[in-house]
């Protein structure tokens, strides 16, 4: 638990001012108070945070401060600050129980380190506090999957998710990081808990023995473990199985099962079912802040198992765990734990008779090696990951011996593979920007056929000096996201077929990248050279850039923001997910890695639910009701309603109404009854879809054409420019419209990153990114019209209702308002029918 608040405690005014800016300074979230009186209404039983008081104070004075909080919360910490050489006064401190105690005048730096001990010790009370209380509840996920980080976190709540979308999972992990237990977990949060939990290995399992397991455990869940082992005959008596019913299947691979597919030893079939829901366990080296929890915990477990007393668990011990690498995760901790119990010597642990101090430096040395590595040894990035001054951090460098070009794993070899189908403008100009990498960076090319269309490969080699396999994947995401991957016209026109990583001239492939994107997209898709001392905005969203109106909204906010803040501030525009989708961005924003970006507006339901009004069926008539709403009071204030969660709202984004479709004609609610239809991750959405008896399937949207022409799932709903723009249509019996609900967007950014800027470069931005946003959705009905029209030009067809039928589809969907009115809140409903009678009448 990150705990970062100070309730600080001084009758000098002048003192408790200047302490309160050192502890901001800090980033600490500061409290001040004047007395014992002023400070006693802030202190609870769970306060999280500590306590900083000066002893002498008029009236009651910092004891009666400790004792109070102490009676609140004996584990409370609470630092005391006494007058130079005044020593008996300390003793009487300590002996009274407070956590520490300085000597005033004290040095920043001093505050701030007993502050920060004292704050990890706070937070790990807390964490343990509440993870007891978890295990007292019913939640299975609580109980089950340990951890305090936020990717334990994410992994709970991915599992209770997977748990509540019933269809088929896919749990990946390392070995040893508990993918049964995870599986578990999905099973007791579903509602086949009171069924049967089946757990098979899945290698050399023979189509009997799959049938007689799948008849076991009916109305249950089958768990598969090592998936990719499973003989491929029994394969495809299992996708009969699922077919069939009766029964969940969870699988579980340490393997990449897309690898397997497309090496043919795993069905592709099968992997495009199991891909729909994924759920990834990180390893412990991605996690070290849950070591110190699971380690606990293991001991436990060890102790009463072999009826041991727990041995104390020093701070040393805890710095050893953490400075090991851990390969064999929580399998392996584990069995250290029980190692530990029994007194026998941990034969793997590395730095033997050891001291505190020399553990702790291993520790240090580890954290900097690991953001070297993180970062491909990039000083500055890694100097930024672990918030650290620059030379701090160089200072730690030279004290270790780390040197940033010797820190990242190499890579290899690369073969990029490029299938170019077709002899068309736009795919000429791939074909010739694959020869412009190959020839300005002296990559090896070979074409089938001719040079314009054909099959490319490129042979890359990486050098020592950039080795960081996910900014190579980035930059080549960011090289194709105009050619390699389909932006336009059919999917898999053009492809990026395979590419195995290696080794490449990372410096002149950039170069390279930046100038080939530049070729297939146009300025607007391509990555901006920033100048030095410029803020560099990145914006990262889901769409392409020329057909799409986020990607042409988000290319004009671009183009004006470097064109009228040149030398100020400088935006790259990321599309088509080359550096997050939705489900992923605003946690990348929150940690710096993004400094805007425009999810759909169901993505923001998980911070406050009035959102959800945006998704209930046939909540507006038409976008000149949305656009009425969201100028509001109502909607300007949803722009700032999460705030408190780290994020700003700058402006609504239109993208139309949707439209629905499917595998089937739809022209009465009954036609959807029965089919699977992806959604977004929403509880209205999925509300809405069980009103008309179909089975909502919550999708990535990168994932929905795939989906679609498998049969993973039989419909989706989707705005015209989608609709278009990812070729839905392609793999669809027709589209309906409905206009049943809206899509827009958000266009977000970080609140701490937005108060940072100078208000000049602020208001400027504003300014641009609120003429963008009238702009843009001023155009709406044209960029809605041009797409819905170009559907039918390229074969889709529209099927338009009849009002009875519209009637019998809003009786059907209609009632989902009351599951959510007390989210909304019904203002909001009256006034977004207001708006329909104002625009209509």
Known sequence: MNVRRVLLVDDDAAVRE?????????????????????????????FEGVIVSDIRMPGRDGFHLLDYAHEQDAELPV???????????AVRAMSAGAFDFLEKPCAPQDLISVIERALRTRGLVLENRRLKAQLETGDPAARMIFGISPQSETLRAQARAAARAGTDVLIRGARGSGISKVAEVV????????GPFEKRSAAGLGREGLEAVWQGCAGGTLFLDEIAQLPLDTQLALQDRLEAGGARLIAGSVEDLGQAADEGRFSAELYYRLEVMQLRIPALAERPEDIPVLFRHYVAQAAEQSGLTPPEIGEEVIAG?????????????????????????????????????????????????????????????????????????????????LKPEESAEPLGRVELSLAITGDTAANRICADSAQAVSKTCGFRTCSARSRKVGYHRLSIRLNEKYRNRLAFEQSLMRLAHGCLVPSEGPAGERALAHHHLGRIPMKKFLMTAVAAAALTTGA???MAACDDGEIVIKFSHVTNTDKHPKGIAASLLQERVNEEMNGKACMEVYPNSTLYNDDQVLEAMLNGDVQMAAPSLSKFEQFTKVFRIFDLPFMFLNMEAVDAFQNSETGQEMKESMVRRGLLGLGFWHNGMKQMSANKPLMMPEDAAGLKFRVQPSEVLKAQFEALDASPQPMA??????????????????????????????????????????LDYMVVTSADWWDSLDEDVRSQLETIVNEVTETRNAAIAEVDA?????????????????????????????PVWEQFTDDVGQENIDAAQAFNSEVQG
């Open 524 to 526: 607007t898709g391509a």
């Open 79 to 89: 630092i005391l600050l006494t007058g130079e050489g005044d020593i008996p006064m």
């Open 187 to 194: 099973h007791l949060c579903s509602t086949r808990a009171k």
């Open 18 to 46: 200047a302490l309160g800016q050192t502890l901001e300074l800090a980033e600490f979230d500061a409290i001040t108070a004047g007395s014992f009186v002023e400070a006693k209404d802030r202190i609870a039983a769970q």
């Open 701 to 742: 949207f990168s994932e929905v054409y795939g989906a679609l022409q498998t049969g993973v799932v039989d419909g989706q709903e989707n705005t015209w420019s989608n609709v278009y723009g990812q070729k839905f249509f392609e793999v669809q019996d027709g589209t309906t419209e409905t206009n049943h609900g809206v």
């Open 786 to 814: 041009e797409n819905r029209q170009a559907v039918l030009d390229a074969g889709g067809e529209i099927r338009e209702l009849t009002p009875e039928q519209r009637e019998a589809w809003v009786n059907a969907m209609k």
């Open 321 to 401: 765990l953490i400075a090991r690498d851990w390969p064999g995760n929580a399998r392996a901790l584990m069995s250290a734990a029980m190692r530990f119990v029994l007194g026998l010597g941990d034969e793997d642990a590395a730095g033997e008779g050891l001291g505190l101090t020399e553990r702790l430096a291993q520790v240090e040395r580890s954290l900097l090696a690991d953001a070297l590595k993180r970062t491909g040894g990039q000083a500055s990035a890694a100097a930024e990951m672990l918030k650290l001054p620059r030379k701090t951090f160089y200072d730690k460098l030279a004290k270790y011996g």
